[in-house]
């Protein structure tokens, strides 16, 4: 079988790990992918956005089956194009995808169909949603409607804050498009936790959950960041709070994109916050999370293929989904000054030890062959250990065999899991 993946990341290397174990796979495109991921799948400088150049290739290559990764392309389409094509996929449709492409789409959806989510007010105009901060409850959160590459929300201590998040998204675009409709919401506290799952529009298999490190420094503090770390499974992911999610939230929610016409097949990520009241929802995405596939991944016992296929063929009842009872543990590996300022193009070295625990994100190859730093996040490292302390120091000392200059990670990846599993 061929297969192409569509991404650059290194949630994008880790889905292309896995595949590989399917003794099927003859051969594997990423669409671009990115100099780590040379050494497992062929790299094809398309970009995941150039939706009419992935449909000619996947055409021109007799391409069996594709992996839409990436939030852009699903919004944009892409397998709807794909399928229009004959090319089977995995991932939602474009009117599925809109559950992460338009917060208030999904807040919305989450109120019609009684899904517990932070209470909200929907803002078109500036001088509405103004209006309306000088009264509103403080913390509160503002959330540009479309996607703004993760940087669309503000938690606003402060109503100062928040009156600025309004004016950036709403006056100055900040986010473009992005900001003409904005949600505010109910600012809510407790634990977070991520959890994927395989769903074919009808029976929804959550995946191991995990715990994201969004924040840049140690202790949780700095800029927010695409994700500095995981650990899988979460331990304020108990199986009374599973069954409760299930029921509440993950089956609610599969039944209501149906109902609205909107089948959603293919991995939908909820963003949970664990709440005095119980889990609500904080986000949907429409795809697999990065950094938390490179910890869910690495626990599925089952092949992912044919999981994938099951999903996209409508049969995921019948199909086994299985994951080691271990724990996962990604440290990423950063350029010191992510996510604001920081130097790309320095080389990087891998030991033969870490190899097959990296998952490369922003690194591209030299003219010379050398592998050197191309992104804010340069890549990630997983260990899989039977507890979640060894796999925390396994991640750590795989991690020291990885060196490129200006190298910075987070030293404390999954010690707020471990102080809650106590
Ligand atoms: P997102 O970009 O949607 O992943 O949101 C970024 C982060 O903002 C989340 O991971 C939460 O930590 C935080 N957040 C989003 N919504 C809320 C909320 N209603 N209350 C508190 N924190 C929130
Ligand atoms: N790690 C969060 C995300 O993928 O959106």
Redo the contacts with the bound molecule.
């Keep these: 079988m061929k297969l192409i993946v569509i991404g650059s990341g290194g949630r994008e290397h880790a889905i292309i790990r896995k595949l590989k174990e399917n003794p099927e796979v003859t051969q594997i495109y990423a669409l671009p992918g990115n100099g780590g991921i040379a050494a497992d799948a062929t790299c094809v400088p398309i970009g995941a956005t150039d939706i009419p150049a992935i449909v000619e290739f996947a055409r021109g290559n007799a391409v069996d089956y594709a992996v839409v990764a990436p939030d852009d392309p699903l919004a944009l389409g892409c397998v709807d194009a794909l399928e229009a094509a004959g090319v089977p996929c995995f991932g939602p449709r474009k009117n599925a995808a809109i559950i992460e492409s338009s917060k208030v789409f999904a807040k919305n959806l989450m109120k019609r169909y009684g899904i517990p989510t932070?209470a909200y007010e929907v803002f078109e105009d500036e001088h509405a949603a103004l209006r309306y901060l000088e009264t509103a409850p403080i913390p509160t959160?503002i959330?540009a409607d479309g996607l703004a590459l993760?940087k669309?929300?503000t938690?606003a201590m402060t109503r100062e804050e928040a009156v600025q998040a309004v004016r950036e998204a709403m006056e100055d675009r900040k986010f473009g498009a992005s900001g003409e409709r904005i949600v505010i919401?109910?600012?809510?506290?407790g634990p977070?936790v991520s959890v994927l799952s395989f769903t074919d529009g009808t029976t929804v298999v959550p995946m191991v959950s995990s715990m994201?490190h969004?924040r840049a420094g140690d202790g949780d503090t700095g800029p927010?960041t695409g994700g500095m770390g995981t650990v899988a499974p979460n331990p304020y992911y108990t199986e009374a709070v599973a069954a409760e999610c299930m029921e509440r939230i993950f089956l609610p929610t599969v039944r209501a994109m149906k109902a609205e016409g909107r089948e959603f097949r293919g991995c939908l990520y909820f963003?949970l916050?664990l709440t005095k009241d119980g889990p609500k929802v904080?986000?949907y995405n429409c795809r697999f999370g990065d950094p938390e596939t490179q910890v869910v991944l690495p626990l599925l016992e089952s092949d992912l293929l044919t999981v994938m296929r099951a999903v996209t063929e409508g049969t995921l009842a019948d199909c086994e989904v299985r994951f080691r009872d271990a724990h996962a543990c990604c440290v990423v590996l950063a350029s010191r000054g992510y996510p604001l300022h920081y130097e790309k193009g320095f080389p990087i070295t891998i030991s033969e030890e870490a190899g097959p625990h990296t998952y490369v994100a922003g690194a591209a190859l030299r003219e010379d062959g050398a592998l050197v730093t191309s992104g804010g996040r340069v890549l990630g490292v997983t260990a899989v250990a039977d507890t979640l302390s060894g796999a925390v120091a396994e991640a750590y000392r795989l991690a020291e065999g990885v060196t490129f200059a200006s190298r910075y990670c987070r030293t404390d990846i999954g010690q707020r899991a471990l102080r809650a599993g106590r």
């Design positions: 932070a959160v959330k993760g669309g929300v938690v919401e109910e600012y809510l506290e977070e994201d969004k927010n963003g916050m904080i986000e």
